[in-house]
């Protein structure tokens, strides 16, 4: 009998994400035969659920590695990588992290734990038609994109999860251990850019204060 996980693999999706869509599409029978052949491949482990309406082919039956960045823009859609997990891409901060932290556009704050680590999207109250200024697209894997904050956004954002008042450098430097060579590349254009995304007073005179102490 041809299961669930050889249709996947038949098709050419072994590498591929997949949705309830694609699954049903997959399977023959009744709506109760399909849900049968998804749910038997879930229990041979053949088949992850990453969360509700969101699939994997086990790694067994795969050829490259997942990138979690990806992932994280498939669990959530409109979303990108941004605080922790930007910054530390973009080798401003030393410690590797183990949530990817991301902002969404729409929705609500919400948490994931599945096979692949941990996933955290944050909603922050920002200004609609802004919310892609600082965002870059990215591919480390062909086929894999995800949305990607710059240095300044990722770090506006923190102040913003994190409730983070302007004390001086010293609290980047040192509690978040930023190197102030990275806190000089940032030219006053990109503060300028980053400045009409948030409605935040906090945010806003961060960034104000940042700015001036860095003599931009």
């Known amino acids: 009998m041809t299961t669930i996980k050889d249709k996947i693999i038949e098709v050419g999706f072994a590498e591929h994400i ?3 869509v694609d699954l049903n599409n997959l399977c023959d029978g009744t709506p109760a035969a399909r849900y049968g052949m ?3 491949a879930l229990k041979k482990a053949e088949l992850i659920k990453i969360r509700r309406g969101l699939y994997l ?3 067994r039956y795969r050829h490259k590695k997942l990138s979690k960045f990806f ?3 498939r669990i959530a ?3 990108y990588i941004s605080l922790e997990s930007a910054l530390s891409y973009h080798g401003w901060i030393p410690e590797r992290v183990s949530t990817a932290t991301s902002v969404l556009a729409l929705g609500r704050t919400k948490k994931f734990t599945t096979l692949f680590g941990d996933f955290t999207f944050y909603h922050l109250p920002i200004n609609e038609y802004e919310f892609l200024n600082g965002i870059t ?3 480390e894997i062909k086929g894999e994109p995800f949305l990607l904050a710059s240095p300044l956004r990722a770090l506006a954002d923190l102040v913003y999860v994190k409730k983070i008042d302007w004390k001086g450098l010293d609290l980047l430097t040192n509690s978040l251990r930023v190197d102030i060579e990275n ?3 940032i030219k006053p254009d990109h503060f300028l850019e980053i400045k009409k995304v948030y409605r935040s007073a906090r945010v ?3 960034l104000d204060n940042l700015k001036k102490e860095l003599k931009k």
Do not use: G, P
Request: without cysteine.
């Open 18 to 20: 997949l949705t309830d």
């Open 38 to 40: 998804i749910n038997k």
């Open 57 to 59: 082919l086990a790694d």
């Open 71 to 73: 992932l994280a823009s």
């Open 77 to 79: 859609s409109h979303s």
């Open 137 to 139: 697209r990215v591919e």
């Open 183 to 185: 806190l000089m590349k």
């Open 204 to 206: 806003l005179h961060f």
